[in-house]
């Protein structure tokens, strides 16, 4: 499985970016999508994810600011992040865990960075 991620970028403190993560095999393959990020120094860690039922999931920090949506017909997966924070810069990567495996792929990554 290849994924292709992008939408990273260079903002100021509290504009948006919308991540994308084109994947190459059809996104009913997987039990899930999701975005990860890694700032320097600090572990990756899970910034929200959807299942294939389409239930959604956030760490506390980006609720009611970050939106993972997907669309099926282009098994893209998308991350909206509204207000964003100096805290936010990271390198965000997507990943998927494959069905009936449970093994996982990851993106190549793509940098956020926000300027306060």
């Known amino acids: 499985v290849q994924l292709q991620a992008s939408g990273g970028g260079l903002v100021q403190a509290g504009e948006s970016l919308r ?3 084109a994947a190459s095999r059809n996104i009913f ?10 700032a320097p120094g600090n572990q990756r ?3 929200a994810a959807i299942t294939i039922a389409g239930t959604t999931g956030y760490a506390d920090s980006v609720k009611g600011r970050f ?3 997907r669309d099926n017909a282009k098994n893209t997966v ?3 992040m509204n207000s964003l924070k100096p805290e936010d810069t990271a390198v ?4 998927v865990e494959i069905r009936g495996s ?4 990851w993106g190549q990554g793509t940098q956020v960075t926000v300027s306060s």
Request: glycine share 6%; charged share 5%.
């Open 92 to 95: 965000y990567y997507c990943n």
């Open 67 to 69: 939106t993972i949506s």
């Open 102 to 105: 449970g093994y996982q792929y």
């Open 78 to 80: 998308y991350l909206q």
């Open 19 to 21: 991540l994308s993560c």
């Open 29 to 38: 393959s997987f039990n899930a999508m999701g975005w990860y990020r890694q």
């Open 45 to 47: 860690e899970l910034v």
